[in-house]
């Protein structure tokens, strides 16, 4: 059995917990080793009892810094119980950083990959700050064996011209992972009552304060036409107010945490569409990625909504399905649900419900082929670059 060690920056991040799950379905034996941050409650995989090597502030990369530094110094006496591992999965950069060390203590020999799902706005800054970063990053991906990334659009606007990584490229979309096959995902149309509002849900990480004011100004217009749902983890540090903004938006609420994937279908079945607009890093990584609402909205059946020259716009056009916005604002977003029709809305569900189920799910058969392949690492490798994954992305 490949034994996976992986190491988390944020242990109670529910994409970790979903990861874990992946290698444990795939045949994987997991030790998770990582960070807790702030008052995030630590999420639970099942069999897996997770080594916490501090605690880390989100959006206080300084202090991410330091306490990498910090757990590096004690990070053999931490893994003295955590038998030699046959791969090391290092989420993000500061993991990275770990992940070398790690490699060190037992022996130089155990392969390392670099899964990053996201681009940090420190390494495409143009300045010393950001040379300074990626300078890093090359440093402890020196001797990684392969780079995991979601979106092709971080392949072809960051890794392969500005990173000066050279590392074959996994790509592994941010897909539901559901493992039971008789799962109920699409379900009938579900159209408002007479007099109920058209319900958008807004799942996940909420870290986009520009996507909760363009938000809470549509529905206002509305007057109740539009009711927005929003469930996840939001980043406070990015709000001045969350919870208070939210408790005095008419038509907007909030609805806490849930279990990913188990509480998937219940919350998106109570909505019609899905904000698939970020803001977070306007430009840039929010461009860019295709995020995890994406796929589970589209799943079930919810008609995801994009912003024009977006890769999630992109991803749509392609496949002819969602509402895909030439600027998003509460005037565009008024135009569009003002003449909204349930013949419309019934035709753009048909597309959705077309598409073959696999395009938004990681089944039990990709479980395996993801360890098979981490497994693979130990044997000889030939270095490709990333520029070979390029005419597939």
């Not at 080793?33 to 008052?39: E, H, K």
């Not at 757990?71 to 950083?97: F, G, T």
């Not at 990015?238 to 008419?250: C, H, K, M």
């Not at 024009?308 to 991803?315: D, K, L, M, N, V």
Request: with cysteine; hydrophobic share 45%; aromatic share 8%.
């Amino acid at each position: 059995m490949t034994h996976v060690l992986y190491l988390a920056h944020d242990l109670a991040d529910p994409a970790i917990r979903r990861r874990v799950m992946t290698l444990q379905a795939g045949g994987a034996d997991v030790s998770l080793t990582g960070f807790t941050r702030g008052v995030n409650t630590l999420a639970t995989v099942d069999g897996v009892t997770p080594t916490v090597l501090g605690e880390t502030a989100d959006g206080r990369f300084a202090q991410r810094i330091g306490s990498i530094a910090k757990a590096s110094l004690s990070l053999r006496r931490a893994l003295q119980n955590v038998r030699k591992p046959d791969v090391i999965i290092a989420r993000n950069l500061e993991m990275l950083a770990l992940a070398k060390r790690a490699s060190a203590i037992y022996g130089r020999d155990v392969p390392v990959v670099y899964e990053c799902l996201d681009i940090h706005r420190l390494l495409l800054n143009e300045g010393m700050v950001g040379k300074m970063v990626n300078a890093a990053q090359r440093y402890f991906a020196s001797d990684a064996k392969l780079l995991i990334t979601s979106s092709p659009a971080f392949v072809r606007h960051y890794f392969a011209p500005r990173s000066g990584l050279k590392l074959p490229v996994l790509l592994q979309e941010n897909k539901v992972l559901m493992l039971d096959a008789e799962t109920e995902t699409v379900q009938a149309p579900r159209q408002p009552k007479v007099g109920e509002p058209w319900k958008i849900g807004w799942f996940g990480a909420l870290r986009c304060r520009k996507s909760l004011e363009i938000l809470a100004d549509f529905a206002k217009r509305m007057d109740g036409k539009v009711e927005f749902i929003l469930r996840g983890r939001p980043a406070y540090s990015e709000f001045d107010d969350f919870d208070g903004f939210v408790a005095n938006a008419p038509h907007l609420r909030f609805e806490g945490p849930y279990k990913n994937p188990e509480d998937l279908a219940a919350i998106y079945n109570e909505v019609q569409f899905t904000w698939a607009i970020d803001f977070f890093e306007e430009g840039q990584n929010s461009s860019w990625l295709l995020p995890n609402r994406l796929y589970e909205g589209c799943l079930f059946g919810t008609l995801p909504i994009a912003l024009s020259g977006t890769e999630t716009a992109r991803f749509l056009e392609t496949r002819n399905i969602g509402h895909i916005l030439p600027s998003a604002d509460a005037a565009t977003l008024v135009s569009l649900f003002s003449g909204l029709s349930e013949d419309a809305y019934l035709a753009e569900f048909r597309k959705l419900a077309a598409i073959d189920r696999k395009q938004w799910v990681t089944d039990r058969q990709d479980c395996t082929h993801l360890v098979h392949k981490l497994a693979s690492l130990a044997a000889p490798h030939d270095g490709r670059a990333l520029e070979a994954m390029l005419s597939t992305v």
